[in-house]
Structures are given as C-alpha cells and as structure tokens.
T-cell receptor, first 114, second 115 residues
Framework: GESVGLHLPTLSVQEGDNSIINCAYS??????FIWYKQESGKGPQFIID?????DKRQGQRVTVLLNKTVKHLSLQIAATQPGDSAVYFC?????????????FGKGTMLLVSP | DAMVIQNPRYQVTQFGKPVTLSCSQT?????MYWYQQKSSQAPKLLFH???????NEADTPDNFQSRRPNTSFCFLDIRSPGLGDAAMYLC??????????????FGPGTRLTVT
C-alpha cells in the first residue's frame, strides 16, 4: 500500500474565528503565488493568487499577504466555517523566466469545529 | 461547466499489471499536467505536456509514461505498478506555461490501489 505519510501541521479553530495559515517559500526568484484548498478525496481547488508586485490581495472572506523580504506568505480566512476544513497548500512559481511549473509547499490541515 | 475530468475515480490494480489513468478537459487549455500525491504530502509533478511537447521531470521513474493524443485528453500509463505507486494521481491544466496563464485547474483525482 501507500508509504506512511508525514504528519501535516494542523490548525484547529472554532467556527467563527479567523484563521491564519502560513507558508515559507524557498525561491527568491518566485514572483507568483497561489493558495489551493484540498478537501479529503478531492483535487486541489484554487482559492486566491498574488503577484510579487503586491503585498496584499483580498477575496471573499480570504486575504493573502506576501512578505518578500522574509519569503513568507499567509492566508487569512475570516469567520471560519466548518466547510473550510481542508488541507491548504501554497504554491510558487516564476511567471516570466521562460516556462515554469508550480512548486507546492508542504500543506497545512485546517480543522474547524462547530 | 468547463472542467477537468478524471476516470476512473478509484482504480485497483495488481502488482506488476499495467494500468492507465485518463484525464480529459473542456477548458481548451494548452498545458496538461500529471501529479502524484501520497498521503499527507504535497502533489509531486511527474510530467506535463505543452501542446504535443512532452516534458518529463528529472526524478520521474521510467515506469511512468504519458500520452496526449489530442488537446482534450491525456493518459498516465504505469507500466509495472509497485506497492509504492499507490497514491492519488491528479491531472491539472493551465492555459499556458508562463505569464498570467499559469494558474492550474485540477481534476478530482484517481485513487490508485496496488494489491
């Protein structure tokens, strides 16, 4: 069967709380970042993206913050709901260095209790 | 709705018995990707097609092959599955490979079990 997987970092919150999921990226040349949400047994689903010429971008209930100085990305989810329970991955790439592919971070499991 | 479709959703194969997973897309995207994802890990890129141009990742085993007969379809062939190949296999597409077209859209995945 499958090899034993690593334990994912887990964030447990109560419904209604704000959640902050962090991601450290490795490549200083990366200039485009995406957050994906992956529910159990499903493929990753796009949440929000940000380019390196921005520090902050807001979507519906989600905000992504980018700190290029320390190569750190965060995803903030406002008023977290049980349906937000999933694994969240950040992904990085370089938009304009020839062709490029996404490099995924390790992932964080978000558990929302009612 | 435009989407990425993977069939089957669950596949069981025997050790050493070739298996093919399929992916189709209605997005008319140029690029199609195959990822392997093991439990509690990030997706790992195996290879991608840019139109008909095949691009293999350096560490993808020779046991994994792919075919893209047309824009809409892409197949993952595992020639001799081992127990270590049991995983979720994800197909994704993107409109292009650079610029703002790099955002990838994922299918629901095929869960492969090797007995």
């Amino acid at each position: 069967g499958e090899s034993v997987g690593l334990h994912l970092p887990t964030l447990s919150v109560q419904e209604g709380d704000n959640s902050i999921i962090n991601c450290a990226y490795s490549n200083s040349a990366s200039d485009y970042f995406i957050w994906y949400k992956q529910e159990s047994g499903k493929g990753p689903q796009f949440i929000i993206d940000i380019r390196s010429n921005m520090d902050k971008r807001q979507g519906q209930r989600v905000t992504v913050l980018l700190n290029k100085t320390v190569k750190h990305l965060s995803l903030q989810i406002a008023a977290t709901q049980p349906g937000d329970s999933a694994v969240y991955f950040c992904a990085e790439t370089s938009l304009y260095s020839g062709y490029s592919t996404l490099t995924f971070g390790k992932g964080t499991m978000l558990l929302v209790s009612p | 709705d435009a989407m990425v479709i993977q069939n089957p959703r669950y596949q069981v194969t025997q050790f050493g018995k070739p298996v093919t997973l399929s992916c189709s897309q209605t997005l008319n995207h140029n690029v199609m990707y195959w990822y392997q994802q093991k439990s509690s890990q990030a997706p790992k890129l195996l290879f991608h097609y840019y139109d008909k141009d095949f691009n293999n990742e350096a560490d993808t085993p020779d046991n994994f092959q792919s075919r893209r007969p047309n824009t809409s379809f892409c197949f993952l062939d595992i020639r001799s599955p081992g127990l270590g190949d049991a995983a979720m296999y994800l197909c994704a597409t993107s409109r292009d490979r650079d610029g703002g077209a790099l955002k990838q859209y994922f299918g629901p995945g095929t869960r492969l079990t090797v007995t």
